[in-house]
């Protein structure tokens, strides 16, 4: 009598590393085969899979995400039984290779030219309080779950909160001469909370503020954005000032809340925008109501009719009323927008729609702005 045997089938060493190099690394902006980082891979017969993963620190704050990543990825490829992923670290060499390769695919924020650039939007409030951040916050993460590659530049150096709204607070990588905005929720971040404790105050003004602002617009590796929202602070002082002047293309877009005082401050904003050349996009009111979280009734807690009021004094559309509820709130305490968090309260449906209806991005006038010049020798 014979014994017949089977054997398995023979597990694909080329679909397995195509597999895993399709991987998206969030924090580079491109895949791991882009980037280099996926080493050795073996198959043994019964089907086991060992793959090595080579990143780009030693303790990449991005290490679990893309192992888990990579093993889903093999172990999902045909005849695959088993896979094990290990993890090693680039050389120095390598590290300068593929920090060049992700300063050639990050595109300046300020365009040029010719050359194109993202939609930039200075979310700006004349008076702190009326939920500048969290509507910054929510409409990145709603443009980002739509499809949009999006940036979040946190400019409100004394007040930044970004950090806790996105729920991150690690520090950025820096690959080469650029710093590596931390992803979160789909968004690039980029803010001083990264770099300092939670507790400690920032007291830089004058050129050392606008140095730090200065590298984040230009040293940091935001790669090819359609979208890039700053959290200005409140108010027209030099913070405001210099964002406006690095990012000559950003168009503002204002945060009021229904109170006359909010709109008063607001106007002022709006104003200096003017002066500046800059334009209003347009306006939001944010706590335009209380909605009550049993009965779903809208209490008017702040009066009414500020945003409509300020974006008519500023010729700018109103685009939209975002309610205050409980959902809005306890998402900010978690660190998860609530567009995402609770995408069916009543603010999560209004700040989606707000981005939804976000104007396209434009370019200001050439004229009256210095322009670059190279000489050119023969």
């Given amino acids: 009598m014979s014994r017949l045997t089977s054997r398995r089938p023979v597990v694909d060493l080329a679909a397995v590393r195509a597999a895993v190099g399709a991987v998206h690394d969030p924090e580079l902006g491109m895949t791991l085969a882009e980037a280099g980082l996926v080493g050795d891979i073996t198959v043994s017969r019964s089907g086991h899979v060992r793959v090595q993963l080579r990143l780009t620190t ?9 192992t888990a990543a990579s093993h889903r990825a093999a172990v999902a490829v045909a005849s695959v039984t088993t896979v094990d992923v290990a993890v090693a670290t680039l050389s120095a060499r390598e590290r300068a290779e ?12 300020t365009g ?3 050359a194109p650039a993202p939609r930039i939007l200075a979310v700006a409030s004349g008076k702190g309080g009326v939920g500048k951040s969290t509507v910054t916050a929510n409409l990145a993460a709603a443009l980002a779950a739509s499809g949009e590659r999006v940036g979040v530049l946190d400019a409100d150096v004394w007040g930044y909160s970004i950090p806790q709204l996105f729920g991150m607070r690690r520090s950025p990588v820096v690959l080469g001469e650029k710093m590596l905005p931390v992803p979160a929720h789909g968004v690039a971040l980029m803010s001083i909370g990264f770099f300092v404790a939670d507790d400690q105050p920032v007291v830089w003004r004058g050129p050392m503020l606008h140095k730090a602002l200065s590298q984040f617009v230009t040293d940091t590796a935001w790669g090819a954005l359609d979208s890039l929202l700053v959290d200005l602070p409140p108010g027209t002082g030099d913070a405001t000032l210099s964002v406006l002047n690095l990012l000559p293309d950003a168009t503002l ?3 009021t809340t229904p109170q006359a005082t909010a709109r008063t401050v607001a106007t002022r904003v709006a104003r200096m925008a003017a002066e500046s050349g800059r334009c209003v996009t347009g306006v939001v009111e944010n706590m335009s109501a209380s909605v009550c979280g049993s009965c779903g009734e809208h209490t008017a807690l702040f009066g009414t009719g500020g945003g409509r009021q300020l974006a008519d004094d500023v010729g700018a559309p109103l685009l939209g009323r975002v309610p205050l509820d409980v959902e809005l709130r306890e998402a900010g305490d978690r660190g998860v927008p609530v567009v ?3 995408p069916q309260s009543a603010s999560a449906r209004e700040l989606t729609r707000i981005a939804s209806a976000l104007p396209a991005a434009s370019r200001r006038s050439l004229a009256g702005r210095a322009l670059p010049l190279s000489v050119v020798t023969r």
């Fill in 253 to 255: 877009l204002v945060i």
């Fill in 58 to 66: 030693q303790g990449c704050p991005l290490e679990s995400e893309l």
């Fill in 98 to 109: 593929l920090a060049d390769r992700v300063a050639a695919s990050s595109a300046p924020l």
């Fill in 112 to 114: 040029g030219l010719g």
């Fill in 340 to 342: 995402l968090a609770t």
